[in-house]
């Protein structure tokens, strides 16, 4: 099994700045793409960025998503935040795992990580 622990989230005011960080880990063969969505309450659960450079247009320019393969960890770096931004952010990681004697294909999602921007 594959699992994704998030980290980084908490309150912060407008214009300020937050780095959130997930870590997979299990019986990993390799990861194609990792990304970034968020769900506030209410709304459907969107995309923010993916490690393909795919970003929301609600956010571009302002968000950066970063991996590094060693630690098959993914980053986003949330710049000038806004009241809007506020929401859970969950990580999403997708790829080969070979958990016991067959490959398997897995699509993996963290907890989820409250991000509030508020004054």
């Known amino acids: 099994q594959v699992q994704l622990v998030e980290s980084g989230g908490g309150l912060v005011q407008p214009g300020g700045s937050l780095r959130l960080s997930c870590e997979a880990s299990?019986?990993?063969?390799?990861?194609?793409?990792m990304a970034w969505y968020r769900q506030a309450p209410g709304k459907e659960r969107e995309l923010v960025a993916d490690?393909?450079?795919k970003y929301a247009d609600s956010v571009k320019g302002r968000f950066i998503i970063s991996r590094d393969n060693t630690k098959n960890t993914v980053y986003l770096q949330m710049n000038s935040l806004k009241p809007e931004d506020t929401a859970v952010y969950y990580c999403?990681?997708?790829?080969?795992?070979?958990?016991?004697?067959?490959?398997?294909?897995?699509?993996?999602w963290g907890q989820g990580t409250q991000v509030t921007v508020s004054s």
């Open positions: 299990g019986s990993i063969l390799s990861i194609n793409v």
């Open positions: 999403n990681a997708q790829g080969l795992s070979l958990p016991y004697t067959a490959i398997q294909r897995f699509n993996a």
């Open positions: 490690t393909a450079n």
